[in-house]
């Protein structure tokens, strides 16, 4: 497994034996899809909205994210989820990169 890229609570590795991405959660390591890592963007994108923020700041202190079709369920607290949005976007920056430089 390759590291993609690691922030403060996690990280992302892809395996290009399996054909497979990997998010570390610290406690737990979950074995994901392209399009599930997809789905996961489109959350982290929804979740870094200035409305959103502003709701967990001052009503929620936490958030359940389901992963995988609700096969694995990650709580997360208000810095969990804005390193959740960096890992993200941090993460499909460098796969792009990569394909850039690969073709």
């Known amino acids: 497994m390759d590291c993609i890229f690691s922030?403060?609570?996690y990280a992302?590795?892809?395996s290009s034996t399996e054909r497979c991405y990997y998010?570390?959660?610290g406690h737990k390591m979950v074995k994901i899809s392209f399009c599930q890592l997809l789905s996961l963007r489109y959350k982290a994108k929804q979740m870094s909205t200035f409305d959103?923020?502003?709701?967990?700041l001052n009503h929620n202190d936490t958030v359940l994210l389901s992963l995988?079709?609700?096969e694995h369920l990650i709580l997360l607290d208000t810095l969990m989820v804005l390193d959740f949005v960096?890992?993200?976007k941090g993460t499909f920056a460098m796969i792009e990169l990569n394909a850039m430089l690969v073709s």
């Not at 959103?52 to 967990?56: P, V």
């Open 7 to 9: 922030s403060t609570y």
């Open 12 to 14: 992302s590795y892809q």
């Open 23 to 25: 998010i570390d959660f």
């Open 52 to 56: 959103y923020i502003d709701d967990l």
């Open 68 to 70: 995988c079709d609700k």
């Open 86 to 88: 960096d890992l993200m």
